[in-house]
């Protein structure tokens, strides 16, 4: 988002048509305050707060699997005191850090089960601070697990379907990852808490082939009503680009 200062950003939103604005910018837990002043005038609010935790969760050091826990739940109770739907959480990019302990357990069983108990954590974070954990499935090519809605869903089952855990899902990601981004958005169901925009080469919607009008149809089909934030490249002028994107985006709405 173009724009100095949140308070500017926040006034370029309002104008173009948005609503809601995804937050970064770490430690933002030491930045409440601003927020909530920035926003209070505002018709533009946080939709949610991707990432900003130091360490990795599926890290064979307990060193780095605690720091990312801790920020973890720093950031969630931000998130409660700003009022965003969650915090996007993505458990490891690149291959696994774990050793194959077969014939015991390879390393992704041992990624799984690992992740099971990192997912009552921050769940339960999360519902103390009346907020989400959104497991987020990523491409391929970022890492290995979950790639799928419906394996970040399996994860969040395992762990005994908590409260404060929901999904993130990705139209980029589930342009290579999903068989039918409709047909999964409709199997997953409520488990999608938030969603992230972005076309198949990751530009601004309009600029790709994906198909946005149909998975607007499923999310409407399963009553979704949350928060949905570009994460893409702008190619060209922001103040020209942005507003332009609202406008596509509400023509793909049913």
Partial sequence: MPGDLLAEKLANLEEWGYEGIELRNPPIWEKVDEINEACADSSV???SICAGFRGTF??????????AIEDSQKILWAAGQIGAVGMIWVPLFGPPRLPDLSPYADEIELEKRLLVEIVKILAEAAAENNTLALLEPLIRYETHLPNRLEQAIEIIQAAGDPPGMKIMADFFHMNTEEPDIAESIRAAGDYIAHIHLADS????????HTDFKSGFQALADIGFDKYMALECHVPGDPYVELPKAAEYLRAQMP
């Avoid at 599926?58 to 720091?67: A, G, K, Y």
């Avoid at 080469?201 to 790709?208: E, N, S």
Wanted: charged share 35%; net charge negative.
């Fill in 58 to 67: 599926l890290d064979p050091d307990p060193e780095e699997r605690n720091l």
């Fill in 201 to 208: 080469i990751r530009w601004l919607p309009g600029y790709g």
């Fill in 45 to 47: 609010k946080p939709s």
